[in-house]
């Protein structure tokens, strides 16, 4: 028993380490100096194990483009390319394209036929030259990416998968516009080769202008899974940061609550002169930020103040009847900050899940002066306490004449028990772009012991003293 003590106490005094975001590597394209590609859209990565072979990849997507001999671009390509990483070295595992773009992608054994389907929202264009929105599915076997279903005429901006009428069945959730240039909420199902269109909701009943961003988790325990739509309402110009749970219960989607904000009155102009708006969510997550038990919703997005864009995330909580903001960071680092992408994980073990966000900073006319202060990527990893959202750790970088982190993604990519932070997107050489894929990592936190430990271990002395007490009583007797 004294041994054991001994060993417990031990381990108590290790101190808590923290340090800075580590870069680990840095990939770019095979377009690099002779073309383009871009990795825009906010939720145009993916961090998982795409093949069932144990391991996460990193899978990508965006716009490429070659610049031929007489100096014009090629039609523009839809790359999707699946990445590992080792520890050491970034390898490209898998790549296929066609003639169009990605915008968001995702990933999750739809049809629960045991393989992971892999989903793409983008443009497509045919052999007649013709342009139009579409949803693909693929899978990963042997290292191809082969195509199973495809589906045309709806515009996706962003992709999740759940069950959400607890019937047995994943749906296959996405929003984006319409024909008529309406944004809508589309339930999807997957039967081997065949994408079904099961549901499709306009979303002019919440005021929706521009649906941004899709998820769903059972936000109060109640056993029912709710659908949070981001976007912004009312005309850009005067664009309101919007947050809506829905619930589909197999024959109708419900509206349960929309919430919409601005920081001030009036519109910003882009870095490039034209309109910017006011406020916009582009990301919404869930997950449980504070170990209560209870999952918090997470919104990112952009904000007007009058003078400057900034950055904005907020925590809300839903508790069945009321959406109600728990939290909210705002910050401008320069003229434009925009928080574009999100993503939700343990990133430096200390048992509770960061918020990591991804964007850009940028100084006004930016776009239009080359010679000026050249547009930095963010990256910043925050908590939330259960009352305050705190930041941790935050990196800037620019890369040749710019940068821009659209993206960002966490896993354990090189299966050494610690998830990795991932960033891509765009940055900018002599007019054109590549993705500057980063991969970064956070020092492992030592898990702080409860407070109650001190009392156990002394009962444990008290048990071991009491117990060779009797010993020797019964000894002696």
């Known amino acids: 028993m004294v041994c054991l003590a001994s060993f417990a106490l031990g381990i108590m005094a290790v101190a808590a380490q923290s340090g800075g975001l580590n870069l680990e590597a840095e990939q770019n394209w095979d377009t690099y100096g002779v073309g383009g590609t871009c990795v825009y859209g906010t939720q145009n990565i993916f961090v998982g194990d795409l093949d069932g072979d144990g391991a996460s990849e990193i899978m990508t997507g965006g716009l490429a483009y070659h610049i031929t001999q007489n100096n014009t671009r090629t039609v523009s390509e839809a790359p999707l390319k699946v990445w590992t990483w080792n520890g050491q070295n970034v390898t490209l595992k898998a790549s296929t394209s066609w003639n169009g773009t990605i915008y968001c992608l995702y990933a999750a054994d739809v049809d629960q036929d045991g393989k992971v389907d892999i989903l793409c929202g983008g443009s497509f264009r045919n052999e007649t030259g013709n342009s139009t929105s579409s949803l693909r599915v693929l899978n990963l076997n042997n290292g191809l990416l082969n195509l199973e279903a495809h589906y045309e005429g709806i515009r996706v901006n962003s992709i999740f998968v759940s069950d959400v009428d607890k019937d047995g069945t994943n749906d296959l959730l996405t929003v984006g516009r319409s ?27 919440a005021n929706i202008t521009s649906a941004n961003t899709v998820y769903a988790s059972d936000l109060d325990n109640d056993g029912t899974v709710e659908i949070m739509v981001g976007g912004y309402a009312d005309s850009l110009s005067n664009s309101k940061g919007l947050v809506s749970l829905w619930r589909w219960n197999g024959q109708e989607l419900k509206l349960e609550t929309v919430k919409t904000w601005q920081l001030a009155e009036g519109s910003a102009k882009t870095i490039a002169g034209g309109v910017q708006g006011n406020t916009v969510v582009y990301n919404v997550k869930a997950a449980d930020l504070d170990k209560d038990g209870k999952k918090e919703m997470v919104t990112a997005g952009s904000t007007f103040d009058g003078v400057n864009v900034n950055g904005e ?40 899940v960061e918020i990591m966000e991804s964007g850009i900073a940028a100084a006004e006319g930016s776009f239009n002066n080359p010679e000026g202060i050249h547009d930095r990527g963010e990256l910043k990893v925050f908590s939330y306490n259960g009352t305050s959202i705190v930041l941790e750790e935050s990196k800037a970088w620019t890369f040749d004449e710019g940068a821009c982190a659209w993206n ?10 610690v ?7 765009c940055s900018a050489l002599k007019g054109q772009c590549d993705p500057d894929m980063r991969i970064w990592s956070l020092p492992v936190k030592q898990q702080a012991y409860p407070n109650y430990l001190p009392y156990a271990i002394a009962g444990l002395l008290i048990f071991a003293g009491t117990s060779s007490i009797v010993y020797v009583y019964l000894r002696r007797k």
């Open 419 to 425: 998830a990795e932070i991932i960033t891509v997107g």
């Open 408 to 417: 960002v993604g966490s896993g354990d990519v090189d299966n050494d028990g």
């Open 179 to 205: 024909v008529s240039n309406s944004s809508q909420l589309s339930i999807w199902h997957i039967e081997g080769n065949e994408l079904t269109l099961v549901n499709s909701l306009p979303l002019e009943e």
């Open 313 to 352: 995330i907020k925590v809300w909580r839903w508790n069945g009847s009321g959406l109600m903001e728990l939290a909210s960071q705002i910050w401008a680092t320069d003229y434009m900050t925009e928080a574009k992408s999100i993503a939700l994980n343990d990133v430096n073990g200390d048992g509770k």
